[in-house]
């Protein structure tokens, strides 16, 4: 991977969103040789499957939750940081010249360089955002299209190739694209965001308490 040293916010780079200009902000894992932690982000074992070329489907694995937030943080703080780590880097791809080539069509990419809006249900509210059209509407990240990415389950080879088209790292110090102003409250908000948690984040600690509540009956019983 190229040593980036352009940085551009998102503001800049969601300006670049027409199809004779075409930029999308994709997340990328490096993986990294340290004796020390450098990085703000704990060892995180999609990353080096990322890394290996797995990454879309090594990220929603269940071993990986159980790396991530179990053994990760156990043992990867303690042995693996010693030797390696990743980092999540926020990369800038100029992918103006590729649009016509790509064979998801260039309208996924275009529509991945708009600002993410989602709907929120069950509020009847009527106000609209110019930007997408959508009734109400809440801006997510910006402009990053890494979901839309992953979600397309593009092969190591499409990765590759799209290192070749990065112009720059997104600058993590500068200010994001500002949320709109709409009309949902910040209750509606929480509850969204804890219905999207995947499924894995609350059937791991149930099945944990369920296994303990287990266990311990049949400890009792057998006394
Ligand atoms: C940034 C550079 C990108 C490159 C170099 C790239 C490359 C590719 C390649 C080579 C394929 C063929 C399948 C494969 O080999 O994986 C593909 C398919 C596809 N890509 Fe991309 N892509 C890029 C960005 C994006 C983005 C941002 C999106 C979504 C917003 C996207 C959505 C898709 C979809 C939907 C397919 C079709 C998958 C299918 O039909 O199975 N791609 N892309």
Redo the contacts with the bound molecule.
Sequence with gaps: MPTLTKLVSMQEAAQHNTKDDCW?V?DGKILMFHRFSTCTEALDFSGILQWMGLGAWASYTLANYFLLHHIGFLFGHVLLNWQFETCKLQQV?D?TS?LDE???GDD??LS?TEPHCEELKNNKSTMMHTDCNLVPVIHTEGKD?TE??ED????K??RD??ET?CVAELDPSAATIPEPEVSSSKQVDMIQKIKDLPLQYWAVPAALVGISVGVGFLYLRRK
Aim: hydrophobic share 55%.
């Design positions: 999308v994709i791809y992918v590729y790509h064979p998801g996924v990419i991945a299209a839309e990415f397309a389950g593009h092969s080879d499409a190739l799209m088209f």
